[in-house]
C-alpha cells in the first residue's frame, strides 16, 4: 500500500510540477476577462461622463445626456435622450424649448469603408427636433443661432463622419412674442448625405452628396446637393423646392406678420444655388395659386384691418396672372459670401413681368450649376435704370 502510495504521490508531484506556470497563465487570462468585464460594464459611465462633459462646455448652450450605451463588437456607442438648451444672453437663463433634442444618435465605424482603405465614422440620428426661437432683446436685433455644430461631432466622434443620417425630424421656427404665438413647423424629414470623405476616391468636383425630403403643411420638401466637403471655400450644386402648400394651416402666421387671413391659397418654392471659390449664384422663385384673402366684415375688425386687408387683397389680385391665377416672381442672387447681392428693383421687375407678361411654371429651371458661377455685377433692369439702383448705392 505504502509502495502504491508513493507513486500516486510521484505522478501529483509530476503534473504539481507543470501546474506553477499553467496557474500563473489561468490566472493572467482570468485577469485580463476580469478587467475586461469591469471595463464594459465602466465604459458607458466613462463616455456618458464625457459627452456630459463635452456637452457643458459649450458656449451659450447646455446639453444633457441620459445614457450611453456601447456595441463594442461593430465598434459603436448610442447617445439616448440628448437635449441641447440655448442660454439667454440677458437673463442667462435656459430657454424653457430646448434647441435640440433627439431619443437616439448611433455613432460607430463605417465598416463598409474600411475596405476601401479609409477608417472614418458614421451618424444615424433618430426623430431629432430642432427648435428656432426667436428671443426678445430691446435695442438689438434678433440674432439667429450660430453655433457650429462640427465642432460638436469632431468631439463626440473621433473619425471623419463619411455617412450622416436622419430619420424622421422636425424643424420648427417659434415666436412666442406676438400674437397670435407662432410656431411654423417641417416634419417627417428623412435626409442623408454620403460619401462626405471622398472614400470612393472619386475624381468628380462635387463627390459627395446631401438628399433630404419632409412634409410642409400638406406639402412636400425636397433638396438635392452636390458638394464637395473638402473643399475650404463652399464649393456645391443643390436645388430645392417646397410645392402645393396649404397656406390656410399657415393663418397664424400671416395674422401675427402680415395682420390678414387667407381663405384660400397654395404655396410653393423652387430654387437653385452654386457656389465656388467664394462666390455664389442662384435664384428663389415663390408662387402663389388660387389665393384668397379673407375680408372680414366691419363689426369683425376694425376700420384699420378691413382697409389693410382690402390692399392685401387688391394687391395680389393686381399682381396676380389672370390666365392661370397665380402670383409669383423670381429673385436672382449673386455675388460673393462676404457680400451677397441681391436687388429690390430685380425682384419687382420679375413680378410685372410675370403678372402682364407670362406666367412662371412651377419647376426647377435648371440654369443654375457650378459652371456658371461668377461674382459679377448684374445689369441694371430698366426700372433701376429709372429710378436709380446699384449706381446710386456707390455713390
Same mark, same amino acid.
Given at each position: 500500500?505504502?509502495? +502504491?502510495?508513493? =507513486?500516486?504521490?510521484?505522478?501529483?508531484?509530476?503534473?504539481?510540477?507543470?501546474? &506553477?506556470?499553467?496557474?500563473? @497563465?489561468?490566472?493572467?487570462?482570468?485577469?485580463?476577462?476580469?478587467?475586461?468585464?469591469? /471595463?464594459?460594464?465602466?465604459?458607458?459611465?466613462?463616455?456618458?461622463?464625457?459627452?456630459?462633459?463635452?456637452?457643458?462646455?459649450?458656449?451659450?448652450?447646455?446639453?444633457?445626456?441620459?445614457?450611453?450605451?456601447?456595441? @463594442?463588437?461593430?465598434? %459603436?456607442?448610442?447617445? +439616448?435622450?440628448?437635449?441641447?438648451?440655448?442660454?439667454?444672453?440677458?437673463?442667462?437663463?435656459? #430657454?424653457?424649448?430646448?434647441?435640440?433634442?433627439?431619443?437616439?444618435?448611433?455613432?460607430?465605424?463605417?465598416?463598409? %469603408?474600411?475596405?476601401?482603405?479609409?477608417? !472614418?465614422?458614421?451618424?444615424?440620428?433618430?426623430?431629432?427636433?430642432?427648435?428656432? !426661437?426667436?428671443?426678445?432683446?430691446?435695442?438689438?436685433?434678433?440674432?439667429?443661432?450660430?453655433?457650429?455644430?462640427? #465642432?460638436?461631432?469632431?468631439?463626440?466622434?473621433?473619425?471623419? !463622419?463619411?455617412?450622416?443620417?436622419?430619420?424622421?425630424?422636425?424643424?420648427?421656427? =417659434?415666436?412666442?412674442?406676438?400674437?397670435?404665438?407662432?410656431?411654423?413647423?417641417?416634419?417627417?424629414?428623412?435626409?442623408?448625405?454620403?460619401?462626405?470623405?471622398?472614400?470612393?476616391?472619386?475624381?468628380?468636383?462635387?463627390?459627395?452628396?446631401?438628399?433630404?425630403?419632409?412634409?410642409?403643411?400638406?406639402?412636400?420638401?425636397?433638396?438635392?446637393?452636390?458638394?464637395?466637403?473638402?473643399? *475650404?471655400?463652399?464649393?456645391?450644386?443643390?436645388?430645392?423646392?417646397?410645392?402645393?402648400?396649404?397656406?390656410? /394651416?399657415?393663418?397664424?402666421?400671416?395674422?401675427?406678420?402680415?395682420?390678414?387671413?387667407?381663405?384660400?391659397?397654395?404655396?410653393? @418654392?423652387?430654387?437653385?444655388?452654386?457656389?465656388?471659390?467664394?462666390?455664389?449664384?442662384?435664384?428663389? *422663385? &415663390?408662387?402663389?395659386?388660387?389665393? #384668397?384673402?379673407?375680408?372680414?366684415?366691419?363689426?369683425?375688425?376694425?376700420?384699420?384691418?378691413?382697409? $389693410?386687408?382690402?390692399?392685401?387683397?387688391?394687391?395680389?389680385?393686381?399682381?396676380?396672372?389672370?390666365?392661370? #391665377?397665380?402670383?409669383?416672381?423670381?429673385?436672382?442672387?449673386?455675388?460673393?459670401?462676404?457680400? &451677397?447681392?441681391?436687388?429690390? $428693383?430685380?425682384?419687382?421687375?420679375?413680378?410685372?413681368?410675370?403678372?402682364?407678361?407670362? %406666367?412662371?411654371?412651377?419647376?426647377?429651371?435648371?440654369?443654375? +450649376?457650378?459652371?456658371?458661377?461668377?461674382?459679377?455685377?448684374?445689369?441694371?433692369?430698366?426700372?433701376?435704370?429709372?429710378?436709380?439702383?446699384?449706381?446710386?448705392?456707390?455713390?
Amino acid at each position: 500500500m505504502k509502495k +502504491n502510495t508513493t =507513486i500516486i504521490s510521484d505522478k501529483e508531484n509530476s503534473v504539481l510540477g507543470k501546474s &506553477p506556470k499553467r496557474r500563473k @497563465l489561468f490566472i493572467i487570462l482570468g485577469s485580463v476577462v476580469v478587467l475586461l468585464i469591469a /471595463l464594459r460594464l465602466a465604459l458607458p459611465y466613462i463616455v456618458l461622463k464625457y459627452v456630459n462633459k463635452t456637452l457643458s462646455e459649450m458656449e451659450q448652450y447646455h446639453g444633457h445626456v441620459e445614457d450611453i450605451d456601447i456595441a @463594442l463588437i461593430r465598434g %459603436a456607442y448610442i447617445i +439616448n435622450d440628448i437635449k441641447i438648451e440655448k442660454i439667454n444672453t440677458d437673463s442667462k437663463q435656459r #430657454d424653457t424649448i430646448p434647441f435640440f433634442k433627439s431619443p437616439e444618435i448611433d455613432l460607430s465605424v463605417q465598416w463598409k %469603408a474600411i475596405f476601401k482603405g479609409a477608417v !472614418v465614422g458614421e451618424i444615424y440620428v433618430e426623430k431629432p427636433v430642432l427648435n428656432f !426661437v426667436k428671443g426678445k432683446h430691446t435695442g438689438e436685433n434678433i440674432k439667429a443661432d450660430t453655433s457650429d455644430f462640427r #465642432d460638436l461631432i469632431r468631439d463626440l466622434m473621433p473619425l471623419q !463622419v463619411n455617412h450622416f443620417e436622419i430619420n424622421n425630424g422636425q424643424i420648427h421656427y =417659434i415666436d412666442k412674442n406676438v400674437t397670435p404665438q407662432v410656431d411654423v413647423s417641417m416634419n417627417s424629414i428623412y435626409a442623408v448625405a454620403e460619401n462626405l470623405t471622398n472614400v470612393n476616391d472619386s475624381t468628380k468636383l462635387l463627390p459627395g452628396k446631401l438628399r433630404a425630403t419632409g412634409d410642409v403643411y400638406e406639402g412636400k420638401f425636397e433638396l438635392n446637393v452636390n458638394l464637395n466637403p473638402l473643399e *475650404k471655400q463652399p464649393t456645391f450644386d443643390m436645388n430645392a423646392r417646397v410645392t402645393n402648400v396649404n397656406m390656410v /394651416l399657415l393663418n397664424d402666421f400671416f395674422r401675427a406678420y402680415g395682420n390678414f387671413d387667407v381663405n384660400k391659397g397654395n404655396f410653393g @418654392l423652387y430654387t437653385e444655388f452654386a457656389a465656388k471659390d467664394g462666390a455664389f449664384n442662384g435664384y428663389v *422663385k &415663390p408662387l402663389i395659386k388660387d389665393l #384668397d384673402v379673407v375680408e372680414f366684415k366691419k363689426e369683425e375688425g376694425n376700420v384699420g384691418q378691413i382697409l $389693410w386687408e382690402a390692399l392685401i387683397g387688391t394687391v395680389a389680385e393686381i399682381f396676380t396672372n389672370q390666365r392661370k #391665377d397665380q402670383l409669383a416672381t423670381k429673385l436672382p442672387i449673386k455675388g460673393k459670401f462676404e457680400n &451677397p447681392d441681391s436687388s429690390l $428693383w430685380t425682384a419687382i421687375s420679375y413680378v410685372l413681368r410675370n403678372a402682364f407678361v407670362n %406666367a412662371l411654371k412651377p419647376s426647377v429651371d435648371n440654369t443654375i +450649376n457650378i459652371g456658371n458661377v461668377q461674382a459679377e455685377p448684374e445689369k441694371e433692369t430698366f426700372l433701376e435704370k429709372v429710378f436709380g439702383g446699384k449706381k446710386d448705392k456707390k455713390k
